[in-house]
């Protein structure tokens, strides 16, 4: 089997792959916390041959995982944002200062569609681009839902937005505390990353397929205009591209990967930043 673990800055997300079938055997999350040790809800390592890390935890965090596996997992693969990898030039100027799970998700986006537009919706909310090219040109960071939640120290008691309430309903007024928030805070993320999309799109003179993953992608997605795909895997699909080890793998299929979602035209972009700006 193989172990792939993302370790954001919330939840560390964890999932075992068969290293013969491709097929995903099981997965899970743990908070993110200063002592990581596997326990109950970490997956049995006898069973694991080989590890890959996408972390953007503190650096003691990653060297404990990381020393705890070495002494159980033959492979180790800890993944860092560099230069160039994969035909995708790294646009910062310090690449390696780029969150590797930001530098993941652009290399996945880009193995699958060519250029991309990368939104990671996790304890930040992350937008980058890639050109058809594969020049990375960086990108954007604010604080994710919760994040911002916070921010506003009302004591909320949902963690995340309901899952359950529809696009629509957030995009009215809120008429109590709890709705004022949850509907300003969703409406300041969806609609940063219409804008930052259509922007760099006008900008650049190409319109991009747009992939969103994290774990608020989903009720994320239900506000962005934008023709998009949900990609739960996309960190993931990263860490396969660099680190390929199965059949499939080495072919250049990454898993649960999407359908590419077919952009708009670039004047219809153009059009309703136009538009949007004359209001
Ligand atoms: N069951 C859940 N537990 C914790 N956070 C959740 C859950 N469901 C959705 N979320 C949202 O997902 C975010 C964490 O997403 P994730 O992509 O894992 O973040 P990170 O990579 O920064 O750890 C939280 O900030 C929260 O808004
Ligand atoms: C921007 C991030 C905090 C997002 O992390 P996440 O929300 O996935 O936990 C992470 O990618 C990070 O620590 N980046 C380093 C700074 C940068 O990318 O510029
Ligand atoms: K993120």
Redesign the pocket.
Same mark, same amino acid.
């Given at each position: 089997m193989i172990l792939d673990l993302d370790i +954001?800055? /919330?939840l560390s997300k964890w999932r075992l792959k068969d290293a013969e079938s491709s097929e995903i055997r099981s997965r899970g999350a743990v908070w993110t916390r200063e002592e990581w040790r596997p326990g109950a809800d970490i997956p049995d390592l006898d069973v694991v041959e080989a590890v890959r890390i996408s972390s =953007?935890a503190r650096a003691a965090v990653l060297e404990e995982t990381v020393a705890l596996l070495r002494r159980r997992v033959r492979h180790v693969h800890v993944a860092h944002s560099t230069h160039e990898a994969l035909g995708v030039v790294n646009g910062?100027e310090e690449p390696g &200062?780029? +969150? =590797? $799970? &930001?530098w993941m998700g652009a290399l996945a986006g880009y193995q699958l569609a060519g250029g991309c537009c990368a939104v $990671?919706c +996790?304890?930040? #909310? /992350?937008i980058d681009f890639v050109l058809p090219g594969g020049q990375h040109l960086g990108g954007f #960071?604010i604080p +994710?839902l919760r994040l911002m939640k916070e921010s506003l120290k009302l004591g909320t008691r949902n963690v995340a937005i309901d899952p359950e309430s529809e696009a629509d309903e957030l995009l009215e007024p809120g008429r109590r505390t709890v709705d004022a928030v949850n509907h300003g805070i969703y409406m300041a993320a969806v609609s940063a990353i219409n804008r930052i999309y259509s922007e760099v799109c006008d900008q650049e003179g190409v319109a991009l397929p747009m992939l969103l993953t994290?774990g608020d992608a989903r009720v994320v997605s239900r506000g962005v205009q934008v023709p998009h795909a949900v990609w739960p895997d996309m960190v993931y699909g990263g860490l396969e591209a660099c680190f390929p080890m199965t059949f499939a793998e080495r072919a250049g299929k990454m898993s649960g990967a999407p359908r590419v979602p077919e952009p708009v035209a670039l004047e219809k972009i153009r059009a309703a930043l136009a538009f949007s700006m004359l209001l």
């Open positions: +954001g800055n /919330t =953007v910062y &200062r780029l +969150g =590797v $799970d &930001r $990671d +996790g304890s930040a #909310i /992350t #960071i +994710g994290g």
